[in-house]
């Protein structure tokens, strides 16, 4: 299999070599849900751990070793350590720095990278530990809050002649963070002449005392050292919030879950589904992002009770985990009989009701057409039931087409694709999107975006190319496995820029049951497209229980939304242009974010950083007084 070189390849899920019956499988599956749930609900399993932002530079510094050092002998392995905004492939070279300076605001995820490479021999059994991060005045950042993960391999099949080209992505946790169970992502073994590299997420608690920390991760190949991390961390004096000021609306396949957790073709039933939909709209949040749809079915009779006991706690603000208090942004209404509007009507305006009865913040929005290609007539039929209950709607498309069929009072957020606004033949992004200005200005208008298999180009269904294999799909942003860092970290700096309210992305799971084997998250021309999670089959990845499996792109993407949060605090300070003019000038156009670096990203985000704790500082008349 391609995620662990150094373990056997596993049995197939189905047919005699499969072990346990279906029925048993499910069974099991399902009682350790319920378990995970109810100790999830009732303890906060959650173990806190993430990492603060990296500067964008390796200090190169003296190292303080606390740790023993490295023996002679293990100088067939070189071991290096550099930021998050970087994919580490098998024939990446480790950077020359021990030293990591990162820089990240309280209740912000922080991450770098260690890698370690192989000679001219394998490096067997690799481990590492982190320890506590020392701050000023005994303060301390416990070792818990640091997470360790193995990054393990996705393999793209071969094309032609052509060899499998392998990237980084299924972050496998040495503890995870739902069931809080030990994984078997240490040690690995890290073959000869190739590099492998350990992920490090560190949370910086909301009550952590600003200024610097430090502290040491040790890296060990079986018991002796190979290295030792020093970790700098500069906390600064403002808290991000737990809940996104950017709103999204994600899709969430709960039948492709149900797939791939228990082996069913659908769910079976609410009680069957809510577990899982627990389990990935909790996974989800705790990287800033909402799941829009955390439901298998709305009630249909009026009843609400095993709704609000699956969705409830993530509208109310989710306990459990290190982002307390985290709410979604959104809620996706599904309802819909076309043939039966007063049916429809009704359970919408039940849905709001309630939503209204229980305080519930969330956008709630009814996306009535996915990309008309022409006037279609159920635009304005589902929007006139939508409006009648109360709702808002969405339709993903652009200006031109709502005003060419005379939208403009049925569609409330217009939601074009990314590709759509960077018109070179219109004068870019910048003109483009102020042709919406008008649109805007009218009540209750949004503007909204996503991104589609446009950014990487569309393939016929089971085919895939490179992500940047054209020329005229390169640089803008993208999911894809494939796809550089910044791709994955760049639309939430285009965003705030360019002034978007939301983010629309079609699905998280898409081919979750199949998310382990070689070219199984191929769709719609790429690699990863609408799959955000692998599913954390423990016979893949160690423990007992089923949980949800990150992708590396899921966490920069949680970067890029921690980013937008700098931006945002330092314009509800007074300084909306400067936010705007430093998104602007890092990413002055959609479709060429791959000439923006790491380093200029971490540099645009320090300075954000320095001007916000300049606005928070106490002035000097108030000082005296």
């Known amino acids: 299999m391609p995620f662990a070189p150094d373990r056997p390849a596993q049995p197939p899920r189905t047919g005699a070599a499969a072990g346990p019956s279906l029925a048993v499988r499910r069974a099991v599956a399902l009682r350790a849900l319920a378990v995970l749930v109810a100790a999830l609900a009732g303890t906060g399993a959650h173990a806190a751990g993430s990492v603060d932002r990296a500067r964008g530079r390796d200090d190169e510094g003296p190292l303080r070793r606390r740790a023993a050092s490295p023996k002679a002998g293990l100088a067939r392995a070189a071991v290096g350590v550099t930021h998050g905004t970087v994919k580490i492939r098998p024939d ?51 070792a818990s809050n640091l997470r ?24 496998v946790a040495e ?20 590099a492998r590299a350990i992920w490090i997420d560190v949370f910086v608690p909301p009550g952590a005392r600003p200024g610097p920390y430090r502290g040491v991760v040790e890296v060990r190949s079986g018991g002796d050292p ?33 797939r791939a957790h228990l082996g069913t073709r659908f769910c079976e039933g609410d009680a069957a589904a809510a577990p899982l939909v627990r389990l990935y709209t ?101 929007a006139a039931v939508a409006h009648a209950a109360g709702v808002r709607t969405l339709v993903t498309t652009d200006l031109d087409r709502v005003d060419a069929c005379g939208w403009r009072g049925d569609v409330d957020i217009v939601c074009p694709v990314v590709n759509q606004l960077e018109r070179r033949d219109r004068g870019g992004l910048v003109r483009e999107r102020a042709r919406y200005d008008e649109f805007l200005a009218r009540p209750g208008k949004e503007l909204w975006w996503y991104q589609s298999c446009m950014s990487h180009g569309c393939q016929p269904e089971g085919e895939c190319a490179p992500a940047q294999g054209s020329s005229a799909a390169a640089g803008w942003p993208s999911y894809a496995v494939d796809a550089s860092a910044v791709q994955a970290r760049a639309m ?46 423990p016979r893949v990845i160690g423990g007992r229980t089923w949980v949800p499996v990150e992708s590396l792109r899921l966490k920069l993407l949680r970067e890029g939304m921690e980013d937008y949060e700098y931006l945002h605090l330092l314009a509800a300070l007074g300084e909306p ?49």
């Open 175 to 194: 503890v995870d963070g739902y069931a809080g169970e030990r994984r078997s992502a240490f040690p690995f073994d890290v073959p000869a002449g190739e």
């Open 226 to 258: 190979l290295a030792a991390i020093e970790v700098r961390l500069r906390v600064r004096r403002f808290t991000l919030p737990s809940t996104a000021s950017l709103r999204s609306a994600f899709g969430f396949s709960v039948d492709v879950a149900c």
């Open 577 to 625: 242009r400067a936010a705007r003019d430093e998104a602007r000038r890092l990413f002055p156009a959609a479709d060429r974010v791959t000439s923006t670096s790491p380093e200029a990203l971490y540099a645009a985000r320090r300075r954000v950083a320095d001007r916000i704790e300049r606005l928070l500082a106490p002035r000097a008349s108030d000082r005296r007084r």
């Open 148 to 171: 360790l993960f193995a990054e393990r391999l996705y393999e793209i099949p071969a094309r032609g002649e052509g060899e499998r080209a392998a990237w980084p992505d299924a972050l």
């Open 282 to 382: 909790r996974a989800a949040l705790l990287h800033r992002v909402t799941l829009a749809t955390p439901y298998y079915t709305l009630p249909q009779d009026g009843g609400f009770r095993r709704f609000d006991e699956t969705a409830g706690p993530f509208l109310a603000g989710d306990t459990a985990g290190p982002l307390g208090g985290a709410r979604l942004t959104t809620f996706r209404s599904g309802y819909r009989r076309d043939a039966d509007p007063a049916w429809t009507r009704a359970r919408t305006a039940a849905l709001r009701a309630h939503f209204a009865a229980r305080r519930w913040p969330q956008e709630l929005f009814d996306q009535v057409f996915d990309e008309p290609h022409a006037c279609v007539p159920q635009v304005r039929s589902r």
């Open 92 to 142: 990446s070279v480790p950077p020359a720095a021990r030293t990591i300076a990162l820089d990240a605001a309280r209740n912000e995820f922080e991450p770098f990278q260690i890698v370690i490479a192989g000679r001219g021999e394998p490096v067997p059994r690799v481990s590492a530990r982190a320890g506590d991060l020392e701050g000023p005045g005994g303060a301390r950042i416990a």
């Open 492 to 537: 939430e700096w285009l965003s705030f820029g360019y002034g978007f309210a939301g983010e629309l992305y079609y699905d998280a799971v898409m081919n979750l049951d199949r998310a382990w084997r070689p070219g199984g998250l191929c769709a719609f021309g790429a690699h990863g497209d609408g799959a955000l999670f692998y599913p954390g089959d």
